[in-house]
């Protein structure tokens, strides 16, 4: 297995079972039309989900999500149930001993934009070992706008996972361009957001921290599991608005994602941050152990 | 003919011609992958064209916007002249006396991302009489960010006509909920910028306005070639940066799109617009009878 798809028809709650057959593809096949509103209009919303030993990770975090995105975005409530099931279905199978993962999406629908439907797709995961010990080297990109604004303008989509990702793309480019990894995302007023594929964790003292996702940005499933590992081994955790100088003030900082993983932070702007191997291994240990 | 699809390889500055066939495809047939960068991440470009008697219109301002957009997008520089005679063949495929549309699609590629490819997709223009004799009602909203920031950060791809537009479609969706047809974007410090899918121009006396492409809006095609057609009649044309006031104040005002063509605007926020139907009737006949 490199990759495979997996299309079906959208799981609409309240409709009958939508039944899949669920026949892997290529992942190269040509499945959709180009007028398609994930291909003509970035108009659709996605998860990605870790799989590991054939199981789907935090699942109901992820389509708890979902249901969200398809709410702000105005497309049918999910079944989730069936939704689970299908990604279940597909994460089986997973080759065994391969980290892997799962992408889901749902778009608005062919050119009548009359049905939303949705398709899956099963991969083998990139080797990330390198970047979870390495770490990365991380630049600040101001959005423009302030912390107060983002809860006011809903059809800006905040918090919704969209399949948009033009400016996420061209943000990592920037970082490459200058010499670094990835980017952080800040308001215009200096608070700290999210990358463009990954969610903030940083520990001060005895405490997990992450950007309270009201600031306008997604509400990460990694960062949520780690918060929960953090619980269990006794820190506080706590979601709020920070800005640069809590980060360079840390005792650790990380990228956290499905895929990735947790992944530590070395500088900001050439500014260095405090690297925990110990305690990356012990995050990414608990993150590659879950079975759901 | 309702509408075709034609893929074709991308063709790029300094390389050999493509030589596509132009076979056409049902639009509803599949034939990218869902991995396609333009179905996974909205990453890629587009250009949509007025086709009149098998004529493509504005063909050289639409080329070198989409040029513009892949350098913002760091994809090849585009063959100018190849993909005009690209078009150009498809669009004289049109059916003779019904208004079309031409979309010009390049995307970053397949899964892999070596190489970008395009296609196009002619389609017959809907019926849009009504809208440009009965006029929008427009609702502004607030893109959050001042008109100082987007001279600044390149990666936030102002200027570039990209496919990621489900913020875009979200806007219009907006409008309808609040009872209107459309929504003006404005920056943060209250200077009107775009439509999702139009350039604002209005007249002011003898005087046509359109807002400053600098202020992180694109350079509207058909703007300029209402542009072209005022400097023709005597009217003298600006760009600059307007506020609210000069919008209500002005003596017609329109949404300009190469399909829509000049859409009379009735209302901001329900505030009453002047029409001016002749205006907008002579001024749609010259879009109408252009043949390049």
Redesign the interface.
């Given at each position: 297995m490199s990759?495979v798809?997996f299309?079906f028809p959208f799981p609409v709650a309240g409709r009958p079972d939508v039944s899949p057959d669920l026949t892997p593809h290529h992942?190269?096949?040509?499945?959709?039309?180009?007028?398609?509103a994930?291909?003509?209009?970035?108009?659709?919303a996605f998860e990605a989900f870790g799989v590991i030993a054939g199981a789907l990770q935090a699942t109901d975090d992820h389509l708890a999500r979902l249901a969200e995105s398809c709410a702000?975005?105005?497309l049918p409530e999910p079944d989730l149930d069936q939704l689970a099931t299908i990604c279940r279905r597909i994460a089986a199978r997973a080759t065994p001993g391969v980290e892997s993962w799962l992408k889901l999406?749902v778009?608005r629908g062919?050119?009548d934009r009359s049905e939303p439907h949705a398709?899956a797709?099963l991969s083998e995961t990139a080797d990330f070992s390198d970047a979870r010990s390495t770490g990365l080297a991380v630049i600040a990109?101001?959005?423009?706008?302030?912390a107060s604004?983002?809860a006011?303008?809903?059809?800006?989509?905040f918090g919704?996972k969209?399949?948009?990702?033009?400016?996420?793309?061209?943000?990592l480019?920037?970082a490459k361009r200058r010499g670094a990894d990835d980017?952080l995302w800040t308001t215009?007023d200096g608070f700290l957001m999210e990358a463009p594929q990954s969610t903030l964790v940083f520990r001060r003292g005895t405490t997990f921290c992450s950007p309270d996702p009201g600031i306008g940005i997604l509400h990460g499933t990694t960062q949520r599991a780690v918060f929960r590992w953090a619980k269990q081994q006794g820190y506080t955790t706590e979601y709020g608005r920070y800005t640069r100088s809590d980060l360079l003030g840390a005792d650790a900082a990380w990228f956290t994602s499905s895929v990735r993983l947790a992944t530590p932070l070395i500088s900001l702007d050439g500014d260095p941050l405090t690297i925990d191997h110990a305690l990356t291994d012990s995050i990414n240990a608990f993150l590659l152990a879950r079975r759901d």
């Open positions: 990759a798809t299309r992942v190269d096949a040509s499945l959709i039309s180009v007028m398609d994930a291909a003509e209009r970035g108009d659709g702000l975005l105005e999406v778009s062919g050119m398709w797709v990109g101001d959005r423009g706008f302030p604004y983002v006011r303008e809903r059809w800006m989509l919704a969209t399949l948009s990702y033009a400016m996420n793309m061209a943000s480019r920037e980017m215009s």
